[in-house]
């Protein structure tokens, strides 16, 4: 097996070129790692083949949209009896409808659906519904928590301790140089599961607050859950204030059946959907309770949120995504929780063996496993354990040599290919990757 990193690799050979032509080489700074990225060639169920012809087992799933793993027989074949008939097409088709059906029947706040090519396109448009609702501009988000890259949704993404100001009063910090004022002014940013300081945040913004905008288990806060206390603290100041409740289900969707909305037991008045719904394809999807969702129709005239987009409800993304969601019945979700709690609890054995400090976070398919020497509940812990880690970074080096590919963050994403023998295989290749440390 070529060891990582080689420079003679073709991997690494890959990567120069693509520097010549790309800034830093790269089209998607989320899965860059130092100090190259291995190239992909091809995928079988839950494991990815590198340039180098080095196999692993893939927790990536592409940052957790391939939910089984890669070309599922069954998504492919829905996809492939698409491209046979109709690739792009200016027209609407039955295909899109029958996916929109399927979420609206799964999801309790979801009574209708408009697609789009992207999770940051969801989440952008979720928060344009919320305004044109609601007549107003502001958002609150989490400062840390990831939304992808639409402007309001992107600020304090990646906030530092010289711009962060006091933790019960997060700045609202600019994600790139030169990101307008106006945007970070429009922007409430939140202590995550800090009740008190975030209801006074919004209470002192209420007037001009067209949503909250939560992913109840952030990534980027190492997988640390929302709390019972806090959820019910927004819900309530969100409805006192009359703002509306968005909830981005871009990666939790996955959680189960009826998606994170369901676990949590709520519907939330807009729901941000991509990943999993797209069968390996771009997609991105908003839906929402009817009244609110109105904002895109244009029956009476036009629309009070215009929306249009050359791919969106494309209908390969459309016949793929159906059949990926189909495949995911109670007992699919089941199945991949029973696995997760095999992961979490053979990691958190690791850390005892090894006696690293450390904590294990996540539900159901998600798992992060962070290194960190203090135990953490914000971002501001985060940043300092995940972000900053060095034993999180050699980790993640010497699972790529020893056959398990997962991201620099140590996230393990399940996929439904997935056995217990692979979850067991990877718990080994843990224990000997902090016995190395
Ligand atoms: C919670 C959340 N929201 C939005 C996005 C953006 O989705 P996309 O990468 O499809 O634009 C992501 C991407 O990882 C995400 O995790």
């Not at 340039?51 to 949209?65: H, K, M, Q």
């Not at 200016?90 to 295909?95: G, R, V």
Request: proline fraction near 6%.
């Amino acid at each position: 097996m070529t060891a990582y990193p080689d420079s003679a690799s073709r991997s690494a050979q890959l990567h120069q070129r693509a520097r010549r032509v790309m800034p830093s080489g790269n089209s998607r700074q989320t899965i860059f790692f130092k100090p190259y990225p291995v190239y992909a060639r091809s995928g079988e169920g839950c494991r990815v083949v590198d340039e180098d012809g080095v196999e692993r087992i893939d927790f990536l799933n592409n940052y957790t949209a391939l939910i089984h793993g890669h070309r599922h027989p069954e998504v492919m074949a829905a996809a492939r009896a698409q491209l046979d008939r109709l690739t792009a097409v200016a027209l609407p088709t039955e295909a899109e409808i029958a996916l929109a059906e399927l979420l609206v029947d799964r999801l309790e706040g979801v009574e209708q659906v408009r697609f789009a090519n992207s999770g940051t396109e969801a989440v952008m448009m979720a928060i344009k519904a919320a305004r044109a609702y609601t007549g107003r501009p502001r958002i609150a988000k989490i400062e840390g928590a990831y939304h992808g890259g639409y402007d309001h949704a992107e600020v304090s993404q990646a906030a530092t301790p010289a711009a962060w100001g006091p933790a019960d009063r997060p700045a609202s910090v600019a994600n790139y140089k030169g990101q307008p004022k106006g945007v970070l002014d429009d922007v409430v940013v939140l202590p995550w599961n800090d009740v008190e300081a975030s209801r006074a945040l919004l209470e002192a913004h209420g007037a001009d607050l067209a949503a909250v905008l939560i992913d109840p288990i952030p990534s980027r806060l190492g997988l640390v859950p929302i709390s019972e206390a806090y959820l019910a603290m927004l819900r309530e100041t969100a409805r006192k204030l009359g703002a509306l409740f968005i909830l981005d289900e871009v990666y939790c969707l996955r959680l189960g059946y009826r998606g994170a909305q369901g676990r949590l037991g709520f519907a939330p008045d807009l729901t941000a959907m991509a990943k999993i719904i797209g069968g390996g394809f771009p997609v991105g999807a908003v839906g929402g309770k009817a009244e609110v969702m109105a904002v895109f129709g244009f029956d009476d005239g036009p629309p009070r949120v215009p929306h249009g987009g050359t791919y969106n409800a494309n209908p390969v993304t459309m016949a793929a995504g159906l059949a990926a969601m189909r495949l995911l019945t109670p007992e699919a979700f089941a199945r991949l929780g029973a696995l997760g709690d095999r992961l979490r609890s053979g990691l958190r054995e690791c850390l005892k063996i090894t006696g690293r400090d450390g904590q294990v976070q996540g539900a159901e398919s998600l798992t992060m496993l962070s290194l960190s020497d203090r135990p953490f509940g914000t971002y501001r812990d985060t940043a300092y354990a995940v972000r900053f880690g060095e034993p999180q970074a050699a980790v993640h080096r010497s699972l790529m040599n020893r056959g398990v590919l997962t991201s620099p963050s140590l996230l393990f994403n399940l996929s439904t290919p997935m056995v217990e023998a692979d979850v067991d295989f990877t718990l080994e290749q843990v224990l000997a990757a902090l016995k190395a440390l």
